[in-house]
């Protein structure tokens, strides 16, 4: 017999930021359980990587892969600098 895996799938109703905080339950969830230690997540203003680093700090290292028309990186993101005092994500 082939060995494989078994998952189930989370719909959403809706689309949009609403569904941001169990979109990061779901992947922390599943990295726990995979002892994966590395999340990749798109966040534009930060607002994400902030999320997920307030969820998980401790146990996976965030990668906040930023990317924007017109240049730029997640440090000088209005979010990171407001929330994060000018430190964005480092050390994450």
Excluded: P, W
């Amino acid at each position: 017999m082939s060995e494989g895996m078994v998952s189930s799938v989370f719909y959403f109703e809706k689309k949009g930021a609403v569904n941001t905080e169990k979109t990061l339950e779901i992947a922390l969830t599943r990295a726990a359980e995979a002892k994966i230690g590395k999340i990749v997540v798109a966040s534009s203003t930060g607002e994400t990587a902030l999320k997920l680093h307030q969820m998980a700090a401790d146990s996976v290292k965030i990668i906040n892969a930023y990317s924007e028309n017109k240049g730029g990186s997640h440090e000088n993101s209005s979010v990171c600098n407001r929330r994060r005092g000018k430190q964005g994500l480092q050390g994450t």
